[in-house]
């Protein structure tokens, strides 16, 4: 069976005042059917805009998708996301590819109720009546875990907390039983104790519906409960691609041993400091000629000045995308 | 991952939520002047619609014996005539009566029109934006840069004297007002979370126009009509006032004043009665607009709670 999504060489810029912003730079990645991969990475690296170029969702003139293919397997057949005609973008946006966005408080439009919105979703994909629709709405919300739900079709959002107001874009985002769920940040306007209810209600969906999910995060923390693989983005490039346990035990990319260094831990008797990764981010600005961790990175050598570094395998479905060879602490290649 | 979380108790949300119409009562009872004003464009619209059963006298009756007669109450007042008459001897509370129909017909169908014009620009201009925007703020803008008063003027002095061109000018230079606060919310809506969510979920563009965009600009757009509505009947009355609004016999509030104006040392009602009406009715409806706007918006509606 072929990937629910196969992503090859992505590439997507910004025309602005300012210059091309270089956000995307090739990235290329695979989701399975059934698994969920979690994107990580800092502010800017490219996350957001990576998934929102698949669906083709940055409003505006200014953004290009440069080239790149987003093979979408919907189970009968395979497209490229990124050919589609709008019309047939159209079809799969919500329809078999759900979408759940950071901001639940003004995902929601506040002059439609509840049911309205959900329905919306199911009418504009599924050929149901409007009862029928405000059936299935009904079911999704007692599936999202909100209580009384019958009497709560005729909401507003204003009268849902934040917690259930997630619940209510999630289940937009699988009225329509999608293949895969994008899930952007969706934990991070939540405090603590409802992240973890969202996080286990999508796992619970997961199984019961068999979709594929990519959850947006640049909380490690998440993360670690959550996905079977990871990918990390640097500066609009996969850094790393991993199982989740072997990129926490064996991270490959010095980068990702930076964030993992980051990371405060509870299981250490003596506290002590932090370690930050020196540096900032890149310039998107500047077309990436060489590696675009090398300004941080504490092994960086003179290829890494040189050209792009691409994905190597350093182990069982584990890649890294990086000339040196931290296991070893040397170069690759030998040279 | 079994979560303790979610077993903590829920009672507030199993609550069934206020109806529409609960909600509505409520707040509509617990605020004070929006139920003045309402009490008070109320007043106006009976006059208007029960005017010709209210009113002792036809508008238009004139009777010379008994010109200039002071309100009922005054010395030489006269109970068949009880707000008393102009100077051709018309009784000045049916006047104001009848005027009340000049009034919210202008401010009512000159808001319909300059809405319904404003409305569907604004929604162009900010929706498709590029070119199409910068043409129609232009000319926006060359509209709201011309001298008003003066537009008003050369319009009402080419086209004559009739209720009808009353309407249309306002309909007309008062429409960039609508187009700007649509266009406004506009933009902002059509960045918000709410829409790329919909787009998101494959709604067309048109759904999203109407669905999702327009429903947000019912609350904002009436709360604009209700002042402007004011502004109208304000603008009709100095028009009356000008010489240039209704035919001078017919009973207007404008006319009224200028009518008046003349006597006003001497036979000061004349002019204040229309002028207490104006108050009335403008006071009314901005007071009833500061309370729609409270209640239409859910945001505002929150917050109150």
Known sequence: MPPVLQVKNLVTRFHTADGIVHAVNGVSFDVEHGETLAIVGESGSGKSVTMMSLLRLIPGSSVRIVSGEALFNNGSRTVDLLKLAPGEIRQVRGGQVGFIFQDPLSSLNPVLTIG???????????????????????????????????????????????????????????????KLLIADEPTTALDVTIQAQIVDLVLRLQKELGMSVIWITHDLGVVAGLANRVLVMYAGRVAEQALVDDLYEQPRHP?????????????????????????????????????????????????CWGEIPEQVSVGEAHVAACFYDVEKGEPRNGK | MNNPVAALPQSKLEEAPPSRWQTFSRLFLRDKTGLFGLFLFGLVVFAAIFAPVLAPHDPLEQDLKVSRLPPAWMEKGNWDYPLGTDKNGRDLFSRVLYGSRVSLTVGFFGVLISGGIGLLVGLIAGYVRGKVDTVIMTVINVILALPYLLFVVVIAGVLGRSLLNVILIFGVTDSPIFARVTRGEVLRLRESGFVESAISIGASRWRILFDHILPNLIGPLLTVATFEMSAMIFYEAGLGFLGLSVPPQVPSWGNMLEAGRQYITIYPWISTLPGVAIVICSLGMNLMGDWLRDVLDPRLRRAKN
């Open chain 1, 116 to 178: 309205q919105q959900i329905s919306e979703s199911i009418l504009e994909h599924a050929s149901l009546s409007e009862p029928q629709a405000k059936e299935r709405t009904i079911e999704l919300l007692a599936k999202v875990g909100i209580p009384d739900a019958a009497n709560r079709f005729d909401s507003y959002p204003h009268q849902f907390s934040g917690g259930m107001r997630q619940r209510v874009m999630i289940a937009i985002a699988i009225a329509c039983n999608p």
């Open chain 1, 255 to 303: 980068y990702t041993i930076g964030l993992l260094g980051a990371l405060p831990r509870l299981d250490e008797i003596q506290s002590k400091r932090l370690v930050n990764i020196k540096g900032s981010p890149p310039d998107l600005r500047v077309e990436p000629r060489h590696c675009q961790f090398a300004f941080r990175c504490p092994y960086a050598f003179e290829q």
